[in-house]
């Protein structure tokens, strides 16, 4: 009979880990270097709604491990970011790059190993290539590059405009797409202007700036080129107003660059204000209690996407990523930024935008779209 006893509770201790169920979800974002406020805040959300997640039993009896690294926001190291996920058939959906250059050389990486993504790059271009393993919940450039467009013309009485670049897939796309709202709106761009993208020095493009005397210039990069531009601008007596994408819209740009350097200036971004709804405003209470900090710009996004997963982990036939796949593209979700749903491209079909001016040492919100 202890035979027999032991070989049933063998059994059983054999059997038991069968019994737990869980997936890993690949998290990619910036974690160093200059952007790695945005990416580190933005995983930041999602973990805060898994945790809540995991300790309420999971999804369906699913609970959710983590994989997450660090891709330098470079296209080179986010490509081997990629291949690592690809290759561990533990993970099965990826929360993944922040940066549209990194996702224009991962994407097709992810697609070959069938890994679905759910892709921050906001580069409009990145959902027509095609791609099935991709949804982007989060809104495109062509929403943050029309707002500061209609604000320059319909409330600046803006005339006169100059785009300027860092020649990367997310600075040039998102300049170009402000300038042709511009033009279309009834304004004239004088001038498209480039500098690279390790410049810090602005003096020439700037020199050239002030002889065109612009009413608004249009700055497509990233930080900290946004606030040593900022700062030089003013230093140079550039009188124009400066309007500058999501990048912009951390505390860092206005410290950086000189709170008084900065005064008027607008951040296009996808984020409501913390107090937007009740809904955002709790999260932001969570937030702060669980990390110490505020929540970041696109903290509220990770948080949503944790719900996004809840509900493709509640809709799916099974584990697997073409399971994930499906239920992803699917998926119809109330959540804290309002109720999501992706088009068959893989983008939200409702996606809101919003337009801050510095005042002071805070960014007022403007308008939304």
């Not at 990826?94 to 921050?120: H, K, R, W």
């Not at 062509?142 to 100059?162: I, N």
């Not at 042709?180 to 761009?189: E, P, R, Y």
């Not at 809840?310 to 399971?323: H, M, N, P, Q, Y």
């Amino acid at each position: 009979m202890k035979f027999i006893a032991s070989l049933a509770l063998g059994a059983a201790l054999v059997a038991t880990p069968a019994l737990a169920k869980d997936i890993t979800i690949g998290l990619a974002g910036p974690l160093s270097g200059p952007q790695a406020y945005f990416g580190s805040t933005w995983h930041n959300g999602f973990k805060l709604y898994i945790d809540k997640l995991n300790a309420a039993g999971g999804a369906n009896g699913v609970t959710v491990k983590i994989a997450q690294e660090d891709d330098q926001a470079d296209p080179r190291q986010g490509t081997l970011v990629a291949q690592k996920f690809c290759d561990n058939d533990a993970v099965v959906i990826g929360l993944v790059n922040f940066n549209s250059g990194v996702a224009q050389s991962t994407l097709p990486i992810y697609e070959d190993c069938s890994l679905p993504t759910m892709t921050f790059g906001s580069n409009p271009a990145l959902t027509q290539q095609g791609y099935k393993f991709m949804v982007r919940p989060v809104a495109n450039d062509f929403a943050g590059a029309l707002l500061p467009a209609e604000y320059a013309l319909q409330k600046l009485g803006a005339k006169t405009a100059v785009v300027v670049n860092d020649k990367q897939v997310f600075g040039q796309g998102i300049s170009e797409i402000f300038g042709k709202n511009f033009t279309a709106g009834g304004g004239k761009l004088l001038d498209t202007l480039s500098v690279a993208p390790t410049d810090v020095d602005f003096t020439a493009v700037l020199a050239q700036i002030k002889t065109k005397k612009p009413d608004v210039i249009y700055l497509g990069a990233v930080m900290p080129q946004l606030a040593l531009f900022a700062k030089q601008m003013h230093e140079q007596g550039v009188k124009a107003t400066l309007m500058v994408p999501d990048g912009g819209y951390t505390p860092d740009f206005i410290s950086q660059a000189g709170q008084s350097n900065v005064q008027g200036a607008t951040v296009a971004v996808q984020a409501p204000p913390l107090d937007a709804t009740p809904a955002i405003a709790d999260f932001a209470k969570e937030y702060k209690a669980k990390y110490g900090s505020d929540a970041g710009p696109y903290s509220i996004y990770g948080y949503v996407q944790g719900q996004i997963l809840e509900a493709v982990l509640k809709s799916a036939k099974g584990l697997t990523r073409d399971d994930m796949n499906t239920a992803l593209h699917n998926v119809k979700v109330d959540t804290a930024i309002g109720h999501l749903e992706f088009d068959d491209k893989g983008e939200l079909k409702v996606a809101p935008s919003y337009l801050y001016k510095v005042d002071g040492d805070k960014f007022a919100l403007l308008g939304t779209k």
